[in-house]
């Protein structure tokens, strides 16, 4: 049924989404008895630092099967009146049983951008050549006591992406500085080894990870560099390392972050444990020291989920003390714990896992071990610690640190 679906799908989708006559379907009742649910959830604060929802239509399973294959296309006028669409064929969800279903899914993820919108969604049969249309609008305010208030300048109102930098306009995070400044971001992207959790949770913070050290390398040093490091802590190596002009490059990044071997950790690296303190250690050193250019203060971002060494680890602290004008900042990070019922999450190509009913439920029980041995080893170079778990406490963070070095003299 579902392959017969694809092909026919191959004639419909030939029209493009500027050829569908969306303003004259607005204007007449149209009367195509095709049962189906708009939904559009208010926007929320992504990792990406991203405003973000989702326009879903949910139709019904028996329409779906009594009909001819079927489109769903999507325009959105944002305040300026310009028009923003897509159109995509509405197909089940792998290994769907259409005859348990209540319903097959669409759902097109969304980022935006505070104002006003007009949403309007098309059901069309391509046999029949009839369409449903709905529509609804869609307030966006800004965010309440923002602390990076200018953030989005540069972006456009509405984006069909999964509002990742890698296909997105860059935010604007200038940092100006009266002296020039050396910026160091590193990121530790190994886990406890005795996480209570199963590799779910820990995938959920890797990926919260990943998306806040792509904000803080889209910070634009006016008054000297940044550089970008993935360290892999349990494994003592350097997974990335970029001078950053522009956007990081990210197909690296990403796919060493969604790399299986993230689980796995080879014999030589469990004998020689006792060394991950002193290699992380090392490389904060390194930063700290760097001797080019003299001249620049320097300012190290600390990016880790909690991360716990064995027992017997050489917990040395780190001996340097911090050159003068420097600054040593610690984001620890918490992955929230969600329950039964759907994170609510997007799925990777637009769709989502069941319809979104409701958001995620969010309990206080960790689902990972907290327990942490990265602060200790950085005390005396007295950093400032900011422990977030929310986009909005990592906003504040990121905020609270560039106003910092900014003020640096």
């Known amino acids: ?228 490091t993935l360290l892999d802590v349990e494994r003592r190596k350097v997974s990335f390392t970029e001078e950053v002009s522009g956007l990081v490059t990210l197909q690296r990044l990403w796919e060493q972050l969604g790399s299986e071997d993230r689980f796995k950790i080879d014999v030589h690296s469990l004998e020689n444990y006792k060394e991950d303190a002193q290699f992380f250690v090392s490389e904060i050193r390194k930063r700290l020291e760097a001797a080019e250019p003299a001249a620049a203060a320097r300012a190290v971002i600390v990016l880790s989920g909690p991360f716990a060494l064995p027992k017997g680890e050489d917990l040395q602290p780190i001996e340097a003390t911090a050159p003068p004008g420097s600054r040593l900042y610690y984001i620890r990070c918490y992955a929230p714990f969600y329950a039964r019922g759907g994170s609510g999450e997007f799925s990777g190509r637009g769709g989502m896992r069941g319809a979104p009913a409701r958001g995620p439920m969010m309990r206080s029980a960790p689902v990972v071990d907290n327990s942490d041995s990265l602060e200790g080893t950085l005390k005396p170079l007295n950093p400032r610690l900011f422990d977030v778990t929310t986009p909005a406490e990592f906003r504040n963070a990121l905020a609270a640190i560039m106003n910092e070095i900014a003020q640096q003299k």
């Not at 649910?37 to 926007?43: D, F, T, Y």
Request: charge should be neutral; proline fraction near 7%.
């Open 1 to 228: 049924m579902c392959c017969l679906c694809l092909l026919a799908f191959g004639t419909a989708l030939s029209q493009s989404p500027q050829e569908v006559p969306f303003e004259d379907w607005l204007k007449v009742k149209d009367d195509a008895r095709i049962r189906w649910q708009l939904h559009v959830p208010p926007p929320r604060l992504s990792e990406n630092q991203r405003l973000e929802t989702f326009v879903g239509a949910f139709v019904d399973a028996g329409e779906f099967l009594k009909r001819g294959p079927l489109l769903v296309f999507l325009q959105i006028r944002d305040r300026e009146n310009r028009p923003y669409r897509s159109y995509t064929p509405l197909v089940p969800e792998k290994g769907q049983n259409l005859a348990e279903a209540d319903s097959i899914n669409w759902v097109q993820q969304i980022c935006v951008t505070p104002g006003d919108y007009e949403v309007a969604v098309a059901v069309y049969d391509t046999r029949s050549k009839e369409h449903s249309l709905k529509r609804t609008k869609l307030h966006v305010g800004e965010l309440p006591h923002d602390p990076l208030p200018g953030l989005w300048r540069d972006l456009t109102s509405v984006e069909f992406s999964n509002c990742v930098p890698v296909a997105s306009e860059r935010l604007s995070l200038p940092l100006k500085t009266q002296r020039p400044v050396r910026v160091d971001v590193l990121m530790n992207q190994s886990m406890n080894r005795n996480a209570t959790g199963n590799n779910g949770a820990t995938d959920r913070l890797t990926q919260k990870l990943g998306s806040r050290l792509v904000v803080l390398s889209e910070m634009q040093v006016s008054n000297g560099s940044l550089g970008v």
